[in-house]
C-alpha cells in the first residue's frame, strides 16, 4: 500500500468516526433536553393546587391535565371553557346543526370578574374564506386526568369524551372535554399533534393554533353569546395562560372553519453523468424515502378502512417494517457503491422522507431535542450504507457497520422507552 492509500484509509476512518461522535453527541443532547424541564422543578404542592371558577359560586377547576391523580404528573393547560350543558356542548362540537336551541339562553352566572377578563373577542367575518367544514370525530387516546371542586371536596376526573380532527396515525387536532359536575360548563383541552413512528405515540406540537382555529369557528356565531378570553395562567407548551370562554346561545347553524391547503412542492431531478456514475447511490436514497413515507400512508389508509380496528394494531407491523426495513435497505443497497455517497444518500433520503412527513403532518415547529434525535437516527442510518460500502473492501466485518447497526437500535429504544 502506498503512503497516498494509508492516507486516504486515514482519513476514511476519522470522517465516519466523526461521524459517529456527532451521533453520539446528538443523541445525548436530545436525551439532556428531554429531561432538562423536569430539573429542579417542583412539583405542584398537591394542598394548594391552583384553581379557577370558570363560573362564580360554582365548581372550582385545576386547569390542567395530568397522567395520574397527582398533581405533580401535569401535562397540558385547560385553553377553552364551553358554557351551557354538557350535552349542548358536545353536540355543538360535533353536530351543530342537529340542536334545538331556544330564541334565549340565560345563564346562571358569568364568569367570575377577579377571575377572568370579559373583554369581548370581534371577529370579522370577511376576513376568512370560512368555506372547509372539519369533522369531528370520536377520538382514542391516552386517559388524562382533571381535578374538580365543590363545596371543599374534591375529586378527580378523567375525560368526558375525546374528539379529534385528522387521524391518529398521522396529524390531528385532538380535544379532551370534561364536564363540569354541576352541569353548568365543559373544560376543553384542545391541541395539534402527530404520530412519532419513533416514539410510538403522540408527539404533541402545540396547543395555541387550534385553540385559534377552534375558537375561530365560534365567533360571529348565532349559536354563540359571546367568545371572551379568560386569564388562568396555567402557561404550558405555547400557551400563554389566557383560556377561550365560549357562551352558547341562539340558534345553531352550521359551523365552518378556514381549512389547511395542500401546498404540493415540486421537485425537479436533473438527469446527468452524475446519476448514471451513482445510480446505486441514488437508489439508496429514494428507496430510504419510499419506505419511510409509505410506512406512514399505509398507516392512515389501514385506519381508514379498519375501522373498527385499533390504531396500535394497525401500527404495529408497520413499525416492525420501519425497524428493520430501513436498516437492510441501507445494507443491501449500500454493499458494492461509493462509501462517501452511500453515506450522503442514506441521511439525504431517509432526512428528506422525515422533513416532508413532519410538513405533510402539518408541524412546523419542533423541539431542540426531537431535531437532534432525527439527526442521530441519520446518522446511524449513514454509518450503515457506509459501513455495508466498505464491506466489499475487507473481509471483516467493518466497524462503522456495528456502529451504526447499534447506534441504531440505541436511538429507537432512547425514544421508544420515553428517554427522549
Same mark, same amino acid.
Request: with cysteine.
Given at each position: 500500500?502506498?503512503?497516498d492509500?494509508?492516507?486516504?484509509e486515514?482519513e476514511?476512518?476519522a470522517? +465516519?468516526?466523526?461521524a459517529?461522535?456527532l451521533? $453520539? !453527541?446528538?443523541?445525548?443532547?436530545?436525551?439532556?433536553?428531554?429531561?432538562?424541564?423536569?430539573?429542579?422543578?417542583?412539583?405542584?404542592d398537591?394542598?394548594?393546587p391552583?384553581? $379557577?371558577?370558570?363560573?362564580e359560586?360554582?365548581?372550582?377547576l +385545576?386547569?390542567?391535565?395530568?397522567?395520574a391523580?397527582?398533581?405533580?404528573?401535569?401535562?397540558?393547560?385547560?385553553?377553552?371553557?364551553?358554557?351551557g350543558s354538557?350535552?349542548?356542548?358536545?353536540? !355543538? *362540537?360535533?353536530?351543530?346543526?342537529?340542536?334545538? +336551541?331556544e330564541d334565549?339562553?340565560v345563564?346562571?352566572?358569568?364568569?367570575?370578574?377577579e377571575t377572568?377578563?370579559?373583554?369581548?373577542?370581534?371577529?370579522?367575518?370577511d376576513?376568512?374564506?370560512?368555506?372547509d367544514?372539519?369533522?369531528?370525530?370520536?377520538?382514542?387516546?391516552?386517559?388524562?386526568?382533571?381535578? #374538580?371542586?365543590?363545596?371543599?371536596?374534591?375529586?378527580?376526573?378523567?375525560?368526558?369524551?375525546?374528539?379529534?380532527a385528522?387521524t391518529?396515525? =398521522?396529524?390531528?387536532?385532538?380535544?379532551?372535554a370534561?364536564?363540569?359536575?354541576? =352541569?353548568?360548563?365543559?373544560?376543553?383541552? %384542545?391541541?395539534?399533534?402527530? +404520530?412519532?413512528w419513533?416514539? *410510538?405515540?403522540h408527539?404533541v /406540537?402545540?396547543?395555541?393554533?387550534s385553540q385559534?382555529?377552534?375558537?375561530?369557528?365560534?365567533?360571529n356565531d348565532?349559536?354563540?353569546e /359571546?367568545v $371572551?378570553?379568560?386569564? #388562568?395562567?396555567?402557561?404550558?407548551?405555547?400557551?400563554?395562560g389566557?383560556?377561550?370562554?365560549?357562551?352558547?346561545?341562539g340558534a345553531?347553524l352550521p #359551523?365552518?372553519?378556514?381549512?389547511?391547503v395542500?401546498?404540493?412542492?415540486k421537485?425537479?431531478?436533473?438527469?446527468s453523468?452524475f446519476?448514471?456514475?451513482h445510480?446505486?447511490? %441514488?437508489t439508496?436514497g429514494?428507496?430510504?424515502?419510499?419506505?419511510?413515507t409509505?410506512v406512514?400512508?399505509?398507516?392512515i389508509? &389501514?385506519?381508514i *378502512?379498519l375501522?373498527?380496528?385499533?390504531?396500535?394494531?394497525?401500527?404495529a407491523p408497520?413499525y416492525?417494517?420501519l425497524?428493520? &426495513?430501513?436498516p437492510? /435497505?441501507?445494507?443491501l443497497?449500500?454493499?458494492?457503491?461509493?462509501k462517501?455517497?452511500?453515506?450522503? #444518500? @442514506?441521511?439525504?433520503?431517509l432526512g428528506?422522507?422525515? %422533513?416532508v412527513?413532519?410538513? @405533510?403532518m402539518?408541524?412546523?415547529?419542533?423541539?431542540?431535542r426531537?431535531?437532534?434525535?432525527?439527526?442521530?437516527?441519520?446518522?446511524?442510518v449513514?454509518?450503515?450504507?457506509f &459501513? @455495508?460500502?466498505?464491506?466489499?473492501?475487507?473481509?471483516?466485518?467493518?466497524?462503522?457497520?456495528?456502529?451504526?447497526i447499534?447506534?441504531?437500535?440505541?436511538?429507537?429504544?432512547?425514544?421508544?422507552?420515553?428517554?427522549?
Amino acid at each position: 500500500m502506498s503512503d497516498d492509500d494509508g492516507l486516504i484509509e486515514l482519513e476514511t476512518d476519522a470522517a +465516519w468516526i466523526a461521524a459517529a461522535v456527532l451521533l $453520539v !453527541a446528538c443523541l445525548g443532547g436530545a436525551v439532556v433536553l428531554a429531561e432538562w424541564p423536569l430539573l429542579g422543578v417542583t412539583p405542584e404542592d398537591p394542598d394548594e393546587p391552583l384553581l $379557577v371558577e370558570p363560573a362564580e359560586g360554582g365548581t372550582q377547576l +385545576w386547569p390542567y391535565t395530568a397522567r395520574a391523580h397527582d398533581f405533580g404528573t401535569r401535562t397540558l393547560g385547560i385553553n377553552m371553557v364551553f358554557y351551557g350543558s354538557p350535552d349542548d356542548v358536545r353536540t !355543538a *362540537l360535533t353536530d351543530r346543526s342537529a340542536l334545538e +336551541w331556544e330564541d334565549e339562553q340565560v345563564h346562571d352566572g358569568d364568569a367570575d370578574a377577579e377571575t377572568v377578563s370579559t373583554e369581548r373577542i370581534d371577529f370579522d367575518p370577511d376576513a376568512e374564506d370560512l368555506g372547509d367544514v372539519i369533522s369531528w370525530g370520536d377520538a382514542e387516546g391516552s386517559t388524562r386526568y382533571t381535578y #374538580f371542586q365543590a363545596d371543599g371536596d374534591g375529586e378527580w376526573a378523567d375525560e368526558s369524551y375525546q374528539l379529534h380532527a385528522g387521524t391518529y396515525l =398521522g396529524e390531528r387536532r385532538h380535544i379532551r372535554a370534561y364536564d363540569d359536575p354541576a =352541569g353548568e360548563w365543559t373544560a376543553v383541552q %384542545i391541541h395539534e399533534e402527530h +404520530w412519532d413512528w419513533f416514539r *410510538l405515540r403522540h408527539t404533541v /406540537t402545540g396547543v395555541s393554533e387550534s385553540q385559534r382555529e377552534l375558537e375561530s369557528e365560534f365567533m360571529n356565531d348565532p349559536a354563540v353569546e /359571546t367568545v $371572551v378570553r379568560m386569564p #388562568f395562567e396555567n402557561e404550558t407548551a405555547d400557551s400563554d395562560g389566557w383560556v377561550t370562554g365560549i357562551y352558547l346561545a341562539g340558534a345553531a347553524l352550521p #359551523f365552518v372553519l378556514s381549512g389547511f391547503v395542500a401546498r404540493p412542492r415540486k421537485a425537479v431531478r436533473k438527469v446527468s453523468s452524475f446519476s448514471d456514475r451513482h445510480r446505486r447511490e %441514488i437508489t439508496l436514497g429514494v428507496a430510504l424515502f419510499g419506505l419511510y413515507t409509505a410506512v406512514r400512508w399505509l398507516a392512515i389508509t &389501514g385506519e381508514i *378502512l379498519l375501522s373498527d380496528v385499533s390504531p396500535k394494531v394497525v401500527a404495529a407491523p408497520l413499525y416492525v417494517a420501519l425497524v428493520f &426495513g430501513v436498516p437492510a /435497505t441501507a445494507y443491501l443497497l449500500g454493499k458494492g457503491s461509493n462509501k462517501t455517497w452511500a453515506f450522503a #444518500f @442514506a441521511t439525504l433520503g431517509l432526512g428528506a422522507a422525515i %422533513i416532508v412527513d413532519f410538513a @405533510a403532518m402539518g408541524v412546523s415547529v419542533l423541539p431542540l431535542r426531537v431535531v437532534l434525535h432525527r439527526a442521530a437516527v441519520l446518522i446511524a442510518v449513514g454509518l450503515i450504507a457506509f &459501513g @455495508a460500502a466498505k464491506s466489499v473492501e475487507q473481509a471483516e466485518r467493518p466497524q462503522p457497520l456495528v456502529v451504526g447497526i447499534v447506534s441504531w437500535f440505541v436511538v429507537l429504544f432512547a425514544s421508544l422507552f420515553g428517554y427522549v
